[in-house]
């Protein structure tokens, strides 16, 4: 079975500060991976994904994640954060075994970005 | 890009009333479409994988004659919750998989309130 852990439940940033959320994944095979933004009262949205090739991924508004395969783990990152970043963010990962196509979500990480 | 509309955004029923809630692919051709359950503040829980013109998977603890869903065709798959209480108020999520499966795409979700 798959899971996803995020450790971090709620991040509170003031504006400019370097983000980086935490996520692990546990799966025994070949991953894909993704992370998905909500902003407050409104559905989710792709930021990014993983599925093969660079494990440095870059997607939308400034968002980039790392793959380390090595430790089960990919990371969202984003150098400079803003005001409109504050948001429900969430890990997903779907093993890429023939047939499945079980997307698992973590817990869910609050960021609070602070003016 | 792909599209997923789902219906209603909103509704509120009785107790012991049944609501059903549409989701429909509107560009592609949903080949497996995922409807979750969101709490207040928690992450997203998958309760089925449906697959067009078979029967349901349901997850463990999800009630399937509780919570009915029908893929008839390749654009629409619906989910009815039957004899709706106040504990089955949430938020429902519904997302698809085209063929090529690119990856999923989410609809804008269902706040149900039963009273």
């Known amino acids: 079975a798959q899971s996803v852990s995020q450790h971090n439940h709620h991040v509170i940033l003031s504006e400019a500060a370097s983000l980086e959320l935490g996520c692990n994944y546990s799966y025994g095979g070949t991953v894909n991976l993704f992370w998905y933004v909500q902003y407050p009262g409104q559905h989710l949205q792709l930021l990014l994904k993983?599925?093969?090739?660079?494990?440095l991924v870059k997607g939308i508004k400034g968002f980039e994640a790392e793959f380390i395969k090595s430790k089960f783990s990919f990371n969202l990152r984003k150098p400079s954060v803003q005001w409109s970043d504050t948001a429900e963010y969430f890990c997903?990962?779907?093993?890429?075994?023939?047939?499945?196509?079980?997307?698992?979500f973590g817990t869910g990480t609050r960021l609070t970005i602070i003016p | 890009g792909a599209v997923v509309s789902q219906h209603p955004s909103r509704v509120i029923c009785k107790s012991g009333t049944s609501v059903k809630i549409e989701c429909r692919s509107l560009d592609f051709q949903a080949t497996t479409m995922f409807w979750y359950r969101q709490f207040p503040k928690k992450s997203l829980m998958l309760m089925a994988t449906?697959?067009?013109?078979?029967?349901?998977?349901?997850e463990q603890g999800v009630e399937k004659d509780k919570f009915l869903i029908n893929h008839a065709s390749l654009t629409l798959s619906t989910l009815t919750v039957t004899s709706a209480h106040p504990e089955d108020s949430s938020f429902y999520i519904c997302s698809a998989v085209g063929q090529g499966w690119h990856g999923y795409t989410f609809g804008s979700g269902t706040r149900l309130t039963v009273v």
């Open positions: 993983y599925f093969s090739g660079d494990p």
């Open positions: 997903a990962v779907n093993g890429r075994d023939f047939g499945n196509e079980k997307l698992t």
């Open positions: 449906s697959n067009e013109g078979s029967k349901a998977t349901y």
